[in-house]
Each structure stands twice: as structure tokens, then as C-alpha cells.
């Protein structure tokens, strides 16, 4: 699976946008970005994932640039509760022999702030 | 449906003693996987079943740490003769056949002393 870059950490107001970008300079033609996140304690949660197109769903929004070698996660209006650490993975889909394992890295630790 | 649970959430445990964790997936999925997770750090990949096979193991898992999915439902991770480098969160994860969509449990904090 592709190595992703992420910064270490953010901030964000509360009611304003967040905008958490990956670099993924290596990814295959066949690899999805994913995106989880992590609040403490507790176990990761997916957020949305995708190919080449952008998707929204009711947590994000994922934008992937149209080489594919980088993607931004939108949270459109950050809430308290959205602070966390935030990880993009990219892996292949169904079939392979990855069987679907989750290569994380350190991911951003998003701080949302009154 | 509860989602995925474990159990314990946290175990303390002398070192040099043996500990075992359970996972109960999600009734419908047909892949668990096993990840440990260290502070600091994201969650890495120890072992994956697809029902009750299991398919694969990370260099991570030695030979003290074994893994089970006996009838292909819940999956139970044992750790011999622990160590104070085993401290630790133990997640587990379940998906179903049609997808790779994975849910995590909470996870298993594993201390020991």
C-alpha cells in the first residue's frame, strides 16, 4: 500500500471549516484513499473513502486531485467533538492478498477550538 | 446490532503472566482483524480471519501472542508470558463479505506491571 504525508497537527475554530490534506505521491491506479478518525479512547471510526472522484457524505467531504497524488478531507462546519486524530490511508480495494488490511501512519491530531 | 465489542476494556496484569482477549464482531461480517495500538502511534496491523481461517499475521505477532476464531464468530487473542512492551491498546475490527468497510471496537488497554 501507498506512504501518505500528513501534518502533525492542526487547529480550527469551532463553526469554520476544517481542511486536513494528505499527500499520496505513490498511489496505484487501483488504490482507494480512506480516511478514519480517532477520538481518544475509543477505537478508529470511518469517515469516507474514495477513488478518483469527490465524495461527500454526511460526515465530509473528500477531494482528490486529479493526478490522484493528493486528497483534502472537509469537515464543513467543526464542532467540538470533531477534535481527534485524523488518518488517511490508501489501499486497494476488493481482492489482492492485502485482504483488506489498514496501514496507518501518525495521522493530524485536529484541535477544534471555541 | 451492538457493533464490536471487547472485552475486557482494560486488564492490568503482573509480567510473566498469561492474558486472553475476546472480540465479538458484528453477526454479518466474515473478516476480524487485530490491531495493536501503542501511545502516540497509529494502530498497527497484527492478524486478519476471514471466517475461521486465519489468512494472515503480521511479523509484529512472535510466538507468544496467538490468535483464534473457532466457529468463525467471535475471535479471542492470547498473550503468553507478557511483557512490558506488550502495554498496549488491542483493536478489533470486523467487515463484511461485500465490502472492506471496517468498524472497530473500543478496544482492549492492556497494562503491564
Known amino acids: 500500500d501507498a506512504k501518505t504525508t500528513q501534518p502533525p497537527s492542526m487547529d480550527c475554530a469551532e463553526g469554520r471549516a476544517a481542511n486536513l490534506p494528505c499527500n499520496h505521491s505513490t498511489i496505484s491506479g487501483n488504490e482507494y484513499v480512506y480516511w478514519y478518525r480517532q477520538i481518544h479512547s475509543q477505537g478508529p471510526q470511518y469517515i469516507i473513502h474514495?477513488?478518483?472522484n469527490n465524495e461527500t457524505n454526511e460526515m465530509a467531504s473528500l477531494i482528490i486531485t486529479e493526478d490522484r497524488k493528493s486528497s483534502t478531507l472537509i469537515l464543513p462546519h467543526a464542532t467540538l467533538r470533531d477534535t481527534a486524530v485524523y488518518y488517511c490511508?490508501?489501499?486497494?480495494?476488493?481482492?489482492?492478498?492485502?485482504?483488506?488490511?489498514?496501514?496507518f501512519g501518525q495521522g493530524t491530531i485536529l484541535t477544534v477550538h471555541p | 446490532d451492538t457493533g464490536v465489542s471487547q472485552d475486557p476494556r482494560h486488564k492490568i496484569t503482573k509480567r510473566g503472566q498469561n492474558v486472553t482477549f475476546r472480540c465479538d464482531p458484528i453477526s454479518e461480517h466474515n473478516r476480524l482483524y487485530w490491531y495493536r495500538q501503542t501511545l502516540g502511534q497509529g494502530p498497527e496491523f497484527l492478524t486478519y480471519f476471514q471466517n475461521e481461517a486465519q489468512l494472515e499475521k503480521s511479523r509484529l505477532l512472535s510466538d507468544r501472542f496467538s490468535a483464534e476464531r473457532p466457529k468463525g464468530s467471535f475471535s479471542t487473542l492470547e498473550i503468553q508470558r507478557t511483557e512490558q512492551g506488550d502495554s498496549a491498546m488491542y483493536l478489533c475490527?470486523?467487515?463484511?463479505?461485500?465490502?472492506?468497510?471496517?468498524?472497530f471496537g473500543s478496544g482492549t488497554r492492556l497494562t503491564v506491571v
Open positions: 474514495g477513488l478518483k
Open positions: 490511508i490508501v489501499r486497494g480495494n476488493a481482492g489482492g492478498t492485502s485482504y483488506g488490511k489498514l496501514t
Open positions: 475490527a470486523s467487515s463484511p463479505p461485500w465490502s472492506y468497510g471496517y468498524t
